[in-house]
């Protein structure tokens, strides 16, 4: 219900006061001379005021995505995401087509299978930012009246267990993968390894824990984590704690900077495996082909540590600095949310499967 028509104010102060029912024409009849301020940027959008409200008489803090317009709020943004989910979507669809299709003994190998588990749930990533992009795409200049609507759909907590999926079941697929090449060097004579049913183990039980995490903030009436933003995305990056905050920060911020740091001990163990055995054997080309080719896969997770590093410690980082309130500028959560959180994504398949393709082509 609007405001009625004989009001004129000199000041509207609206801060900190909670509006869940933001309608078109909100302030119809309302006419402010000096100031309006609100807590929530989509009370200062044109569509919301009326023409005796002029918009640079409101003042409000900006969205960390979205404008009065669109779900993503600029156009170098929009493309960045239509950008990185199509690489996204179609490396890792291209992975999972030739492993299917032309390299199944791979996947006897617990290498195989894990290289293939995180395909797919990158390839779910690419499924995700498509997803919000044409979203973005149909709210086109009215996104504002239909942010609330939006934001507790179903489809948005579809986007929402989506993404969580993808990047949960991402970094425990590359904690497998690591210890598997751990083993594989520091063991050559398969004392140690990952048996068959150890690795379907380890596989299934990847995607159930994967599946539990993202379907949690579903399932609880009480909270609102993938409500919370208009990307539905479950990350921390807020002043304001919503219901089911700490649950966020303590799976995408603790939780995964502790299998962050579990990788990048790996790649150490790894390195340092590799360095003393080449100092010992120095004998056999044969000896010196395999340890090559498991020079090259240390190289490339030393390249996926690197990877994650540049994925998860900015993460971490916000995370722990929202913890104690403070308050970054918009781009900042911005790109982390556009193109620093799905970079793994978009750069696995090429790491481990792709420059492999490329190779084995060069070849014949």
Known sequence: MGIPEYFTLETLYIENVEMTNISENLFRGLTINSELRASDYKLCCPQILNPNISADKCHAPADVISSCKHLVGDIVKRITIWTVGLITLVANGIVLVYRIGWNREIFKKAYGLFVSGLAVSDFIMGMYLLLIAIVDIHYKDIYVLEDVKWRQSVLCQVAGFMSTLSSETSTFFICLITID??????????????????????????????????????????????????????????????????????????????????????????????????????????????????????????????????????????????????????????????FVLPINSALNPMIYTLLAIYEKCRTI
């Open 181 to 338: 090449r751990f083993l594989k060097i520091t063991f050559p004579f398969g004392q140690h390894r990952f048996t068959n049913t150890g690795k379907k183990l380890s596989f299934t039980l990847v995607w159930l824990i994967g599946i539990l995490l993202a379907v949690l903030p579903i399932l609880s009436k009480e909270w609102e984590i993938y409500s919370s933003n208009g990307l539905c995305l479950a990350l921390p990056f807020s002043s304001k704690y919503h219901k089911g905050w700490i649950f966020s920060f303590v799976i995408f911020v603790v939780l995964n900077f502790i299998f962050f740091l579990f990788i990048a001990l790996g790649q150490i163990l790894i390195f340092a495996n590799i360095l003393s055995i080449k100092n010992k054997v120095k004998n056999a080309n044969n000896d010196k082909n395999r340890r090559a080719q498991d020079y090259n896969i240390a190289k490339k997770l030393a390249l996926v540590a690197l990877t994650d590093f540049m994925c998860w410690f900015p993460v971490g980082i916000l995370g722990f600095l929202s913890l104690n309130g403070y308050i970054f500028e918009r781009e900042v959560y911005a790109w982390v949310v556009v």
